[in-house]
């Protein structure tokens, strides 16, 4: 088991480091010479997929980026670390990627399309997208999926125990085996493309005229557990937002977190990937919502069980129930040698910004304290870290609280969280608080749906 992973440690390193050097090069280069580059560089064969991606690469990626939300507030090295783990992966060559697309859809993309772009316009860890022109002139993303990866990140992530290893040291009270099993089936399910699409036709269901939220549609003919294809999306991407006035910033960011949290409630369902690169942008808090390979359902009592949490914490202040609502929810054993107040001290960090009914600011502060609170068994709430468990169906709840917290710090994000979150929460009912707000609850009544929430 050493050995093989000093294997993949090697060929880690080497493949990151011919991309990196790939990189280097390409960006100096003339664009005739970028090009040439471009396509010297280029996966032409599933061999090169798994040279690349095989043997641990890709699933790294992947747990690369499920662990990106606690990028801000770590140290440098482990910040780069983890960047590392988060490139995205070269491209596969045209004639690689319709190949792909004629094992899955029968045709080859110039017979299947009107018009097919064979430069992809995104890679990422386990796939490509291509625009196209569908035979009744749809403008259409299509999603290709490397050949062979599945195969393997599954069967690597099988034997990937020792990944999880560092999660019983960290936390002593977590049972890591369920933690483990819920990370493995959320990376699993994202290399499945159908399960992707019965995801994303959830949400755009859901969404489907909504003023301020978009969910691209499927395009089902064209669509298959390696290849998705859905509507073309305009906007501009989080890098050009951040340009953008405060007052269009904060629009967004209410957008995002209307979606985020609202969807626990009106759909029982959580798009767990807060990743910059899976929104697209429009100004007046307009934005599309893109890759839905990690949705986690809830079932009822599960969401029951964050109300409850909610009711306790924020509305009522009423620590003692709060602490039996952790327990019997197996966060923190019944006889953890902690006061009350203690526990809610600890926890009532996590929902700090909508404790206060004023405006808040979320900064790079603020969510590297988040980070801190979480891992910093060496801080003040070092011992009481200690004895915490993570049940799995919070696991993904909290790799998205932090991630919108990083997300909305690069944005210094500010609202009254607290105002809109009571619109979304079914157990408040409150009336609109923005006009955002006011505008997303005339369009529910035009769909004889409650004029509250998303």
Sequence with gaps: MVDRNLRIARLGARSGGRFALHKAKTTFASAERKEALDTEFQMKTAADVTAELGNMKGAMMKIGQMASYIDTGLPDHVRQTLASLQHDAPPMSPELAAEQIERELGESPDSLFLEWDPVPIASASIGQVHRAITRDERAVAVKIQYPG?????????????????????????????????????????????????????????????????????????LSTGRILTSDLASGVRFDEVMTWST?????????????????????????????????????????TFLDFGLVK?????????????????????????????????DLIRRDAPFTDEQVGDYFRFFYRYVLTDGLVTIDEEYAAAGVKQLFDADGPQGELLKELNVPPSLVILQRITLGLMGLFARLEATANWRRVAEELWPFVDATPSTDTGREIAAWRVSRNQPPWGL
């Excluded at 560092?166 to 159908?194: C, N, T």
């Excluded at 359902?297 to 609502?325: C, H, N, W, Y």
């Design 149 to 221: 990866v599945a195969d393997a990140v599954s069967a690597d992530l099988d034997n990937a125990g020792w990944l999880f290893g560092g999660l019983s040291a960290m936390f002593p009270g977590m049972q890591p085996g369920p933690i483990v099993d819920e990370l493995k089936s959320r990376l699993i399910e994202e290399l499945d493309y159908e399960a992707e699409a019965r995801n994303q036709r959830y949400f755009a269901e859901f969404f489907d005229g909504h003023p301020f939220i978009t969910v691209p549609h499927v395009v089902d003919h």
């Design 247 to 287: 007052d269009e910033k904060n629009l967004a960011a209410e957008t995002i977190f209307r979606f985020s949290f609202g969807s626990i409630y009106r759909l029982h369902a959580f798009n767990g990937d807060p990743h910059p690169g899976n929104y697209l942008f429009e100004k007046g808090g307009r934005v």
């Design 297 to 329: 359902r809830f079932t009822p009592s599960e969401t029951r069980l964050f109300e409850e949490l909610i009711q306790a914490m924020v509305i009522d202040g009423d620590m003692p129930k709060f602490r039996g609502i952790v327990e019997d929810a």
